[in-house]
């Protein structure tokens, strides 16, 4: 069995919660591991709160969710102003900081992470998980 779903949400805090839980059911009806479940909603929250916190100039943003048994694959997508790529990058947030702990997430609780960023065109975080 397989699940694909398409969302397009308005840019607002509300959206977070609400794709967080159709996630969480997907995940449920398909038997997916709690472990490899609680990661994707973790970084899923943190991909949809980074559109409604920065994602400038976006009324709405887009949610792709491909869910399958043996893996799950996550994109996100704004037509906001886009983010500097190189502040993304690899490196942890120090322990004080306040900011850029969402990307550090999503890249250690995803597999085959992938960000692009333009000013034109809007930012795209896509990742991917795979069940045991």
């Known amino acids: 069995m397989r699940m694909s779903v398409r969302l397009n949400l308005p840019r607002e805090v509300d959206s977070v919660p ?14 997916v591991d709690r472990q490899a479940g609680a990661d994707l909603e973790i ?3 943190e991909a949809c709160a980074n559109v ?9 943003f887009e949610v792709h969710l491909d869910v399958a048994q043996d893996r799950c694959s996550i994109d996100v997508v704004d037509d906001g102003a886009g983010f500097d790529l190189t502040e993304a990058s690899d490196t942890s947030p120090s322990s004080d ?10 890249r250690a609780l995803g597999e085959n992470v992938r960000m692009q960023s333009s000013a034109r065109t809007g930012s795209l975080i896509h990742f991917e998980k795979s069940f045991a």
């Open 18 to 31: 609400a794709v967080r839980r159709l996630l969480r059911c997907a995940l449920t009806i398909l038997r």
């Open 52 to 60: 409604v916190h920065h994602a400038t100039g976006a009324n709405n």
């Open 97 to 106: 900081s306040e900011r850029g702990r969402g990307l550090f997430l999503i």
């Open 43 to 45: 970084a899923l929250t």
